[in-house]
């Protein structure tokens, strides 16, 4: 299939029939024999898709799984901090509006000014959390997976399975940020 490599569609398709029904018993029991969550899991995906065996896996360490995963849900967890920060910008703007003309009292260096109103006060809390809305949009946008990199970031482990043809892995990485959603990877 992709990239030369010895997988056939009956392999994918049973992986896809099967990626809800894993029996975690399985992974749960196969944990305490070998002491590696990864592969306990891969064993038991095994035990669902036998034909699909071989290729589960293939090529990657667990550092691939658990990295990309952990960056996939940092990703995840950030866009629903910002969806949030937008709820209390949105909330914190009709607040400044419905005072916009309710008089109270300024400071500067922590003492007494001059008259201001809460609406205006409100809007200044607003420019911090649009600058930090700023901020937490660039890092969203330039979160990237970790990629295939292998245990000890020599992708030794993809270079074997692509007889040492960098661009294969180059592309294998393209193609794993595509579908998880990003850019690039590291």
Known sequence: MEL????????????????????YDVAKEREKLVRHDVMS???????????????????????????????????EALKLVRKKLI?????????????????TLAFTHFQPAQPTTVGKRATLWLMELK????????????????????TTGTQ???????EGDHEKIKELENKIAKKMGYTKCF
């Open 41 to 75: 899991h891969v064993y038991a995906y095994g035990v669902q898709c036998p034909k699909a065996k071989g290729i589960i896996h293939l090529g990657a360490t667990s550092c691939y799984v658990g990295d990309n995963t952990d960056i996939i849900v940092m990703t």
């Open 87 to 103: 709820n209390v910008i949105n909330e914190l703007a009709k607040f400044a509006d419905k005072y916009k003309n309710q008089p």
């Open 131 to 150: 600058l930090d809305l700023d901020d937490l949009d660039y890092i969203i946008d330039s979160m990237m997976l970790l990629g295939s990199k292998g």
């Open 4 to 23: 030369g490599l010895n997988i056939t569609q009956e392999q994918v398709d049973e992986l896809k029939a099967h990626a809800d029904d894993i029996n």
């Open 156 to 162: 030794a482990s993809f270079l074997e399975l692509f």
